[in-house]
């Protein structure tokens, strides 16, 4: 079975662009979770999604969004990209919940 | 407030040595416990988790030890092996809140 997948694995944008990024779940899974990672906050939850509508947000701006598709896939855009917004964002699918999430390999996100 | 506080920062082991690292809650409502390994460039890979109707959950050579009354749970890797060392993130979830939030990690190096 083919594990979460994310594209594009590399960006680099510039201060004050926008960005999204894609991530395919687990075949089967129904949840999608996006974590952004950080040397100084270390992995920090962003939202979550399941059938299409967002169950729980982490303490992020509104910049930050996603959305769920109908086939689980699932993005996530950053409006008016900021310096510290550079990180490697994670996209963990599961059954149901936080329970046996799996993550993918995440997209290095530079800002300059 | 840090919901789960994980220790060691850092840990330097011999092979064949045993690594234990700790994590700290303070919500009770927390129901599950998993430990995530990570190597450089990769997404954080699912070791092994555990609920709190067990005090002890073993998979190989990796095992989990909880302390329901102390909030603490640990993971202790048995013989351990210079492909061992990476990061490694304990985290809790719990209720309805459907999101991960995890320790600060421990850099693991295992010297042959």
């Known amino acids: 079975k083919a594990g979460v997948t994310q594209t594009p694995r590399y960006l680099i944008k510039t201060r004050g662009q926008q960005v999204t990024l894609s991530c395919s779940p687990i075949?089967?899974?129904?949840?999608v979770s996006w974590y952004q990672q950080t040397p100084g906050q270390g992995l920090q939850f962003l939202f979550e999604y399941f059938s299409e509508t967002q169950r729980n947000k982490g303490n992020f701006p509104g910049r930050f969004s996603g959305r769920q598709f109908s086939n689980s896939r699932s993005e996530m855009n950053v409006s008016t990209l900021e310096l510290g917004d550079s990180a490697l964002y994670l996209c963990?699918?599961?059954?149901?919940?936080?329970?046996?999430?799996?993550f993918g390999p995440g997209t290095r996100l530079t800002v300059t | 407030q840090q919901q789960v506080k994980q220790s060691p920062q850092s840990l330097i082991v011999q092979k064949g040595g045993i690594s234990i690292i700790n994590c700290a809650y303070e919500n009770t409502a927390f129901d599950y416990f998993p430990w995530y390994q990570q190597f450089p460039g990769k997404g954080p890979a699912l070791l092994i988790a555990i609920r709190p109707d067990v005090s002890e959950k073993k998979e190989g050579r990796f095992t989990i030890s909880f302390n329901k009354s102390a909030k603490q749970f640990s993971l202790h890797i048995m013989d351990s092996q210079p492909g061992d060392s990476a990061t490694y993130f304990c985290?809790?979830?719990?209720?309805?809140?459907?999101?991960?939030?995890f320790g600060k990690g421990t850099l693991l190096t295992v010297n042959p």
């Open positions: 985290a809790v979830s719990g209720g309805s809140n459907y999101k991960l939030t």
């Open positions: 963990a699918s599961s059954w149901d919940s936080a329970y046996e999430q799996y």
């Open positions: 075949s089967g899974h129904r949840s």
